[in-house]
């Protein structure tokens, strides 16, 4: 059955939106002077991005199963839950790529090991399903546990175990008025935390090129890789 013409323009123009969406949320965090400033809209762009990204996976593991998409109303199960879909995606992956070669399965191994991933999840996931309203929340009277920047700051946390990171950060901190320094540290902590999205981000694109998510999936996999931004 698969895609009839309309679902495949809807799937490339979905394909090209996710795409963007991650691109531009990471160049913010490399290129932004202040994360105070550039903090909701990193978070916005990221968690609907990573959210797009997983719901396409998702739908694609759908696709070649039962050769049909997800309807709408089976897609909004999901919701915003960006952690359950993570764990999700990845345990699909693994079982998908256990034939494939070790380069595929070494990329999915990084993901995995790479401790700035989870906190980035959560961090999406809480502001997908609440925190990008938290102030609003806040001001009628139902404060949220975790606010935006607590959640980045966990991510921050996370990258600062990072050696590079965290000697920078020392030599920052031994002289605080040496700028110099702190741009140093700043633009690796930033580094370090863009570099966890894009892994995650190509460790799935990778996947669907390596026909771990049918034959649709493959278009995705080049399609969605970010490899394919153009000019930002």
């Not at 531009?24 to 797009?52: C, N, Q």
């Amino acid at each position: 059955m698969g895609l009839d013409r309309q679902q495949g323009f809807a799937l490339l123009a979905e394909m090209t939106s996710t795409r963007n969406l991650l691109a531009y949320g990471i160049r913010v965090i490399r290129t932004g002077a202040f994360i105070d400033t550039t903090r909701d809209p990193i978070l916005t762009m990221l968690s609907i991005g990573v959210e797009k990204l997983y719901k396409l996976t998702l739908g694609l593991i759908a696709l070649d199963l039962d050769h049909k998409w997800p309807t709408k109303t089976e897609m909004q199960k999901q919701g915003h839950k960006l952690v359950a879909m993570h764990t999700t995606v990845m345990n699909e992956l693994r079982v998908r790529t256990a034939d494939k070669s070790e380069y595929v399965r070494g990329l999915l191994a990084e993901v995995d090991n790479d401790t700035v991933v989870l906190p980035i999840i959560e961090a999406l996931d809480m502001y997908g399903r609440m925190g990008r309203f938290y102030y609003l929340d806040e001001l009628g009277d139902a404060q949220q546990p975790v606010s935006p920047d607590d959640a980045w700051q966990n991510i921050e946390q996370a990258a600062l175990a990072d050696s590079t990171v965290a000697t920078l950060y020392q030599q920052a901190m031994s002289d605080l008025g040496d700028n110099d320094a702190w741009d140093k540290f700043i633009h690796a902590l930033h580094e370090r935390i863009a570099t966890a999205i894009e892994r995650l981000w190509a460790g799935v694109a990778v996947c669907g090129r390596n026909h771990a998510l049918g034959e649709t999936g493959g278009v995705f996999g080049f399609e969605v890789h970010p490899d394919s931004v153009g000019r930002q």
